[in-house]
């Protein structure tokens, strides 16, 4: 690829703001994203906060197909990109779909369904045993 590249559309899941409207609106008053944790327990932990992104469903963004084979950041991930699509002025149906992506990131993600997989992959091991 040559060429400088080009921000054309933006998408965010944040624990402060689902959207860039809901996000920049909750960063300019100052709006924290942590908060006690509410995806598991976490009384057995040091720490009960966290940055999750609140009131994230994933079934009312994407299709129920996707939802087995993700995990809960590739959920969020997918969802900021379509955002992003959204968001740019582009006609995603014209030009070399290879000149085109999606840069995403994330602290700590994408493990979750990996290691549902290895515990399943486990337990079945262990049951044929």
């Known amino acids: 690829m040559t060429g400088n590249p080009v921000i054309t559309g933006i998408g965010v899941a944040a624990p402060n703001g689902l959207g860039t409207e809901?996000?920049?609106a909750a960063t300019r008053a100052g709006v924290s994203g942590i908060r006690p944790l509410t995806r598991f327990d976490p009384a057995g932990y040091p720490s009960r906060l966290a940055g999750e992104v609140a009131g994230f469903d994933a079934a009312a963004h994407l299709p129920s197909r996707l939802l087995p084979q993700t995990d809960h950041m590739?959920?969020?991930?997918?969802?900021?990109?379509?955002?992003?699509?959204?968001d740019?002025?582009?006609d995603a149906s014209t030009g070399d779909p290879y000149e085109r992506g999606v840069v995403t990131a994330s602290s700590a993600g994408g493990f979750e369904f990996g290691q549902r997989e290895l515990e399943d992959l486990l337990r079945l091991h262990l049951g044929s045993q």
Request: aromatic share 16%; net charge negative; hydrophobic share 65%.
């Open 22 to 24: 809901e996000f920049w």
């Open 88 to 90: 740019a002025p582009v």
């Open 74 to 86: 590739t959920r969020l991930a997918l969802v900021a990109a379509e955002q992003t699509f959204a």
